[in-house]
Nanobody, 116 residues
Framework: QVQLVESGGGLVQAGGSLRLSCAAS????????MGWFRRAPGKEREFVAA????????YYADSVKGRFTIFRDNAKNTVYLQMNSLKPEDTAMYYC?????????WGQGTQVTVSS
C-alpha cells in the first residue's frame, strides 16, 4: 500500500513557475514508476509526465514538453514536477500516481491556477 500526498499548488501569473511535490509513504517507493496527471474543469483527466523507478527515463505530454520537468528523490520518497513558463491552460487539479505491476495509487491532488 502506498499513500501519496501532493503539495506545492497555488495561484501564479502566466509565465511564472511552480514546483509540485508528491510525498509517498512506504519503503518500496523506489520500485514504483511515478506520474503526474491533471484535470481541468469540464475536461477529462490527462497525462502530464512520468518517470521510471530509477529516474533514468522520463516522458511528457506534448503540451508541457520543454516547460515541465519531472524528477524524483528516492531517498526522500518524493517525486517533483517543476513547471516553468506556465500558461492559463495549465490551470487544473494536478494528481500524482504511483504504478508497480498491477498496482495503481493516486493522491488527492493539488490545485494549480494560472492567471492571464
Amino acid at each position: 500500500q502506498v499513500q501519496l500526498v501532493e503539495s506545492g499548488g497555488g495561484l501564479v501569473q502566466a509565465g511564472g513557475s511552480l514546483r509540485l511535490s508528491c510525498a509517498a509513504s512506504g519503503r518500496t517507493f523506489s520500485s514504483y514508476a511515478m506520474g503526474w496527471f491533471r484535470r481541468a474543469p469540464g475536461k477529462e483527466r490527462e497525462f502530464v509526465a512520468a518517470i521510471t523507478w530509477s529516474g533514468g527515463s522520463t516522458y511528457y505530454a506534448d503540451s508541457v514538453k520543454g516547460r515541465f520537468t519531472i524528477f524524483r528523490d528516492n531517498a526522500k520518497n518524493t517525486v517533483y514536477l517543476q513547471m516553468n513558463s506556465l500558461k492559463p491552460e495549465d490551470t487544473a487539479m494536478y494528481y500524482c500516481k504511483a504504478a508497480y505491476g498491477p498496482s495503481r495509487y493516486w493522491g488527492q491532488g493539488t490545485q494549480v491556477t494560472v492567471s492571464s
